[in-house]
């Protein structure tokens, strides 16, 4: 079995679980042809962040499930909704969407401190992240955890944007604090990995992607968001920016109820 029950405890304590080599050489080959497909022809929701002079590239792509067929088969049929419900202890497992951030050589983009779940219309305990690297990863291109900040109760606004830096209007969500400038108050844990390795983390994780300063090497990571049994629909004011296009569901539905939303594991 690819999950341990050392690994579920680990995943529900820290709230982020590393796990090695659970995704094959054939799986990753795919995945990487299915980027440059996305590159050559990126979905409706593109978004760059770059700009100008700046250097590198830092793409994001999102649903890439709906128009690239070897990321729907991964999503389909490989083994990470397997891995994301054995870790939230839960019996069904639907598809949010998936998400690709390319951060080509030399790219300094920071993804700043968040959390996820505040960014999506989702309610509930059993929703989590996972994220896979198709390039070695090394401290200075990782993903960073605060260990157990999934517990705090606690729900930080989505990040200014990062096209125009304006703060957001939520009356609910508190402001991030300036993590970067106190780390050592921090239980920061991150680790580096190779291509086949993967991270899983609850949706309310504080965490921060790093850039890619390194020149000889992409970092292209592909994340997936799955909802678990008690995973529901909700309405946040402003709207969440997941799910990204408009949708039938009404607040308390579970979005399988919304067939854009497909259910991999049907319990
Ligand atoms: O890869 C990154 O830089 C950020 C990934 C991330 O924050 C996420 O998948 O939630």
Known sequence: MTVTQADIETYQRDGVVCLRGVIDGAWIARLREGVEQ?????????????????????????????????MKAFAFEGPCAGIAARLMGSKTITFM?????????GTLGLTRWHQDQPYMAVDGWQFCS????????????????????????????P????????????????????????????????????PGDCLFFHGLMVHQGRNNPR???????????????????????????????PTTLRSGEPFRSDPRFPVIIAG
Request: charged residues 30%; negative net charge; aromatic residues 14%.
């Open 215 to 245: 020149l000889d090497t992409r970092r292209r990571t592909l994340s997936h968001r799955w909802l678990g049994d008690d995973a529901r629909f909700i309405l946040r004011d402003p709207p969440a920016e997941f799910p990204k296009h």
């Open 97 to 105: 969407y998936d998400h690709l951030f390319l951060k080509e050589p």
């Open 159 to 194: 990040f200014d944007s990062m096209r125009d830096g304006s703060p957001h209007p939520s009356k609910v969500f508190e402001r991030t604090p300036d993590i970067e400038a106190a780390r050592q108050d921090y239980d920061i844990v991150s680790w580096q990995l190779e």
């Open 38 to 70: 996305d590159l050559a022809a990126p979905g409706p929701d593109v978004e760059i962040y770059t700009k100008g002079d700046d250097p590198g590239l830092f793409f994001n792509d999102f649903d890439l499930w709906r128009h690239v067929p070897a």
């Open 130 to 157: 996972n994220w896979i690297p198709l390039d070695s990863i090394v401290a200075a291109t990782t993903l960073e955890f605060i260990r157990g900040s999934h517990r705090w109760k606690r729900w930080f606004a």
